[in-house]
């Protein structure tokens, strides 16, 4: 009789501690969850009023790159040692066809001289015309002769500094002059970012923008590969604009229509021909991206 009274009471007080037990954890999964929420809330609304008050103009630039169109000049040592492969190969490589045909011909003019040749040889041939390995030869070489192949330098067009044209041999960039404050530079094209866009999308418009822009250009990345900061004079600086932080983009020249403006405010320029338009600072952290080859 005690065992089945202290069963009764036991069994419903199991059941209160449970009940006690699982509305604790409820409680605090709530509060936990209530509480990250509310943090999470208080980050998207901190980076909001951050993106909105930066002090920085952010801008978007392009290193739009024309690669070398024709090899560059052998160095003299490169041109020792390509002889000398090429005297390497002549003495170990075998007789071509039409050498083994030139030996052939000297071989039959000989016999021909020798009075030991025979007609019945060439019965293959009678009624064609006999065309020797050295016949050959000859027209080639007047061929040869006639060729005019296309000059490698054209200083006119070199010393162009707004033609694409010039020094095919090197990597040359592309620079616009533009409007900064109240003078003129010469920088890579840029523009300023707006709400909405990507920077990408920033930099191919400021890309689009150029007088006479004919560019068919390919960008390389999504990300950027440099960034360039300066800040404004101390008298132009305000508590919402300290300076600007400018953000390049690699691309390289597809290819180029004929250009509507002669004139227009662009240059194409070697990477040792930056210094001479561009100031030191904006030099020197565009030439750590410039490929040079």
């Known amino acids: 009789m005690a065992a ?163 020094c095919l041999a090197d990597s040359l960039v592309l620079l616009a002059e533009q409007q900064v404050g109240s003078e003129k530079l010469w920088l890579l094209p840029q523009a300023e970012w707006q709400e909405g866009d990507t920077l990408r999308q920033t930099a191919e418009r400021a890309l689009a923008s150029l007088p006479a822009a004919g560019f068919s250009a390919t960008f390389l990345s999504n990300a950027p590969c440099g960034v360039y900061k300066y800040k404004l004079p101390k008298a132009a600086r305000t508590d919402s604009l300290v300076g600007t932080k400018v953000f390049f983009f690699k691309a390289v020249l597809s290819s180029m229509s004929p250009s509507t403006a002669s004139n227009a405010p662009l240059m194409w320029l070697k990477k040792s021909e930056l210094q001479r338009f561009v100031k030191p600072a904006y030099t020197m952290k565009v030439e750590r991206f410039i490929l040079d080859p």
């Open 4 to 166: 089945a009274c202290g069963g009764a009471v036991g069994r419903p007080l199991c059941q209160l501690l449970s009940c006690l037990s699982r509305t604790a954890v409820s409680y605090t999964w709530r509060r936990h969850f209530s509480a990250t929420s509310l943090c999470r809330t208080t980050l998207q609304t901190q980076r909001v009023t951050e993106s909105a008050g930066s002090p920085w103009t952010l801008m978007a630039a392009v290193c739009l790159q024309r690669l070398p169109v024709i090899s560059a000049d052998c160095h003299p040592v490169e041109q020792r040692f390509k002889q000398l492969t090429r005297q390497m190969e002549r003495e170990k490589s075998l007789f071509s066809d039409h050498e083994l045909r030139l030996l052939e011909d000297a071989e039959r003019m000989n016999r021909k001289r020798a009075g030991s040749y025979d007609s019945d040889e060439e019965d293959d041939n009678r009624g064609q015309d006999i065309v020797l390995a050295q016949d050959l030869e000859d027209s080639w070489e007047q061929k040869l002769k006639k060729f005019q192949p296309a000059p490698r330098v054209k200083a006119v067009v070199d010393e162009d500094l707004t033609s694409v044209e010039r």
